[in-house]
């Protein structure tokens, strides 16, 4: 297909959004209801989820599921956790994850820099991942075309890369107060959601039904295939099931770019129980697909032949179908842009408010009694491009050479090193700030030496020999540790680190009255209450309540 069609058809898309998120901008008096509400929190699912998830079954089967499975274990089975996150985020103004984490422990200045930096190294390569998806479908949509057609060397990653920095400064990067609703991005991104089920479905009734004779007659023929029926048949007892849902339940959770949807721009506390329906049944829509694609795919081009990531539009243009390839296209560029937008704008309040903003203040650069509303938005826009200018640069560092799932399994575990101290502010009095902080840094430390580093140089000495031909520190087979996937590896030691040093810390260090004064509102709120308990009863010290 010609590359101008291709970006005529995205710019008219782009259009659009803009569009929809302009009038949710005038139009905003009116609170979103609860189905727009439920489609926000598809953010969760991006390019990963769009192409990557099919990739996956094409691997393993059904081992692409867990990543869903704990988005919808939590909001079935834990509402009262969810609860309980949004009423103290109300309680306590967060306008982010780090400024929530910062906040029960004693509104720790170095926790919030600390949780947003990770955030940021984290994040980075989930949006990378976004930019890696919609460039991939967009080469194999015009490979194709006829060398003129195609305009010569387009770099759709850096496209991708400036549009969405505009879109997230125009509509997320507006007002000065982080905790106002933006209720036009809101709508935009409800929209995205809405475009990229509908386009999934589509896809998958033309794969399922166009293609084939239908769910039956496809898992028929795999189960007679030697090559394929393994697919069919779930491996329960694999670690991947029990680590890929834990760390999915702590990415729902913790990932910036979810907490803002879900926590920060919620207005109505019943919007979250109807959602605790409404989303599960969005996630198994999409699920329902994911396996008849992949194995089509096999069955039509085999292992090795088309990168399975691509089957979304690769098998409507390997049947001639253009306009269902360009359709499928438009479904991944939707799924990656939303959460492109989202983490640029949740991302960049974080870096303003806990990292930049306070070293202005304490050198002197900036009057903290003063006016600084175009300083904050000065900043909060420059950070937008600087998070997308350095998730550029992560896309050109990992290359092509990792799945779609694989980047983001790493993301995931090193977002999921929020859990133990997110968790345990919530329930435990004990926790302090810090067994937080030195939980915090084992399990990103771990994360980077078992994953994040091996990825980065897979072919170095050291991954494959270990330290100085230390075989028992290699770091995919630490302490001689053998046999795990890497994910399921780094999830072990990361978080038993994190957890360890967690418990550890908190136990021996004492807690100041700041934290202490904070710890009831967080562990004795109560979903519904009208408001946080009564007096707070325990020692305090005459220098501490002087202080």
């Known amino acids: 297909m010609d590359a101008w069609l291709v970006l005529a058809v995205s710019g008219l898309y782009i259009a659009t959004l803009f569009a929809v998120a302009w009038l949710g901008e005038r139009r ?16 969760y699912n991006t390019v990963w989820s769009f192409y990557g998830s099919v990739g996956r079954a094409a691997a393993s089967g059904w081992d692409f599921l867990p990543i869903y499975l704990g988005p919808t274990l939590l909001l079935l089975l834990a509402m009262p956790v969810a609860q309980r996150v949004v009423r103290v985020a109300k309680a306590a103004n967060s306008t ?69 920095a ?26 995205e959601s809405l475009v990229k089920l509908a386009v999934f479905i589509l896809v998958g009734l033309y794969v399922v039904y166009g293609l084939n004779d239908g769910f039956l007659g496809i898992y028929a023929r795999a189960a007679a295939d030697p090559a394929l029926s393994p697919l069919l048949v779930p491996d329960l007892t694999a670690p991947t099931w029990l680590t890929n849902t ?20 919620n207005e109505d506390p019943s919007h979250l ?40 539009v690769s098998l409507p243009l390997h049947a001639g179908d253009g306009w269902m390839a360009l359709l499928a296209f438009i479904g991944g560029f939707s799924a990656g842009t939303g959460m492109v937008i989202m983490a640029a704008v949740s991302l960049s309040t974080m870096l303003c408010n806990d990292v ?20 904050l938005l000065a900043i909060r826009r420059a950070a937008v491009a600087l998070i997308l200018g350095l998730a550029y640069g992560t896309y050109r560092l990992l290359g092509d050479g990792h799945a779609l799932t694989t980047i983001g399994l790493m993301s995931f575990v090193a977002v999921a090193q ?16 810090s067994g937080a902080l030195a939980g915090l840094v084992a399990g990103l430390l771990l ?46 030691w990361s978080l038993l680190a994190n957890g360890a040093c967690l418990l550890a810390f908190s136990r021996l260090a004492r807690q100041p009255v700041a934290e202490r004064e904070r710890v009831a509102a967080f562990i004795e709120a109560r979903p519904g209450a009208a408001g946080p308990p009564g007096a707070w009863r325990g020692l305090t010290r005459v220098a501490e309540l002087r202080a």
């Open 28 to 43: 905003g008096g009116r609170p979103a209801g609860p189905f727009a509400y439920a489609l926000t929190l598809a953010v």
């Open 273 to 312: 129980r109807k959602a605790a329906w409404l989303y599960p049944g969005y996630l198994a829509v999409l699920s329902l697909f994911m396996l008849p694609v992949a194995l089509t795919g096999l069955a039509t081009f085999g292992r090795g032949g088309v990168d399975p990531d691509g089957y979304v």
């Open 447 to 492: 994360w980077a030496y078992c994953l994040a580093l091996p990825a980065v140089s897979p072919g170095a000495a050291w991954v494959g020999a270990g330290p100085l031909g230390m075989g028992w520190l290699r770091p995919q087979a630490l302490f001689g540790l053998e046999g795990l996937d890497p994910i399921s590896h780094a999830v072990l």
């Open 166 to 191: 505009a879109f997230a400064v125009l509509f997320g990067v507006r007002h000065v107060h982080a905790s106002e609703h933006h209720r036009g991005l809101m709508r935009a991104i409800a929209f």
């Open 96 to 164: 982010s994850i780090a400024d929530f984490l910062a906040a029960r422990y004693g509104r720790s200045q170095a926790l919030a820099a600390l949780v947003t930096v990770a955030a940021l190294v984290s994040v980075l390569p989930y949006i990378a991942l976004q930019l890696k998806g919609i460039s991939a479908s967009f080469d194999t949509l015009t490979a194709a075309a006829p060398p003129g057609a195609r305009g010569g060397q387009t770099d759709t990653a850096l496209a991708v890369t400036a549009l969405m």
């Open 246 to 265: 834990l760390i999915s339940v702590f990415a729902f959770l913790c990932l910036p770019q979810l907490f803002h949807v879900a926590v920060v721009e």
């Open 418 to 433: 929020f859990g133990p101290p997110f968790l345990a502010g919530l329930y435990w009095r004990r926790a302090g700030r």
């Open 356 to 375: 930049v903003l306070p070293a202005l203040i304490r050198a002197g650069a900036l009057d903290p009694a003063g006016d600084r509303t175009r300083a």
